[in-house]
């Protein structure tokens, strides 16, 4: 049995003292694969550095929300430059977050198309950050195309006969309705720690409704830590709580929802075509 923590931020760690720790940590663990996600330039060469330290890490590149406000297009083109790297299997986590009264949206958007095209000109997957923002995100794509013939012919379909689309909407934190919607123009859904909380209703009409064949675990570590272990440091280990409370909510096994997401994820990223 194994699992893939299929959105954190493993490069956030690197500077700790007990770094090598949680190395070995994930080595030990039932954690096989883990994608480390950029937010910026920095973020998104720490990420391909450690893909390559590392043989059960892979990497996202891409500028997060807030990120976007003082990017260049010289910036966009050293992201691409990143994206071509061979242990590059995504471009993210980018998007929109409205949630700071402060938001430049027009900007956040502006930047959000372009690296969906980015990603669509390269046939990379996208990791898609979304808050207090859902009519816009799903607006935007469509424009981009992110749905389109052209975009889900470049992939296999999906196990449910569906086109895909390559298309992540992380830490899912919008309504169950609108999960559907993604689900059936080709996307997948990736749901975190927030799903283990008591207040969590959303998350938890989520994981009952939507099909398993699209649904994705992640730990976002180190943010948003699951129960037993919130008010702690996440790490990307605690990925197993998250299966856990999604087979408990959905009547599986552990281990049934354990294989399927990891399944998920590998197909996802175009990592391994496992068995189906």
């Given at each position: ?235 990307p280990t605690y990925v197993r709580y998250t299966a ?29 075509e496992p068995a189906r």
């Amino acid at each position: 049995m194994m699992l893939f923590d299929s959105h954190c931020h493993l490069s956030d760690f690197k500077n700790d003292d007990d770094f090598e720790s949680l190395i070995e940590e994930i080595r030990a663990s039932e954690l096989r694969y883990l994608m480390d996600i950029g937010t910026n330039l920095e973020s998104s060469r720490s990420c391909v550095e450690m893909a390559h330290r590392y043989d059960f890490c892979y990497a996202a590149v891409g500028f997060y929300p807030s990120e976007t406000y003082d990017i260049t297009d010289a910036d966009l083109e050293e992201l691409r430059k990143l994206a071509r790297d061979p242990r590059v299997v995504a471009i993210g986590e980018i998007g929109l977050d409205y949630h700071y009264e402060d938001t430049d949206r027009e900007k956040q958007q502006y930047w959000f198309a372009r690296q969906i095209n980015m990603a669509i000109e390269e046939g990379l997957p996208i990791a898609i950050h979304s808050r207090e923002a859902d009519g816009d995100t799903l607006r935007i794509l469509g424009e981009c195309g992110a749905f389109s013939p052209e975009r889900t012919s470049r992939f296999p379909k999906r196990p449910d006969g569906r086109p895909d689309a390559r298309v992540l909407l992380h830490c899912y934190s919008g309504s169950a309705q609108l999960a559907r919607t993604y689900q059936m123009l080709g996307a997948s859904i990736s749901l975190a720690g927030p799903v283990t909380f008591k207040n969590a209703r959303r998350s938890v009409e989520v994981a009952e409704s939507i099909d398993i064949r699209n649904l994705l675990i992640e730990t976002d570590a180190p943010f948003l830590t699951p129960v037993p272990f919130r008010g702690t440091r996440n790490k990307p280990t605690y990925v197993r709580y998250t299966a856990e409370k999604i087979a408990e909510i959905r009547g599986n096994s552990y281990e049934y929802v354990a294989e399927q997401t990891f399944i998920n994820a590998c197909r996802f990223y175009g990592i391994e075509e496992p068995a189906r």
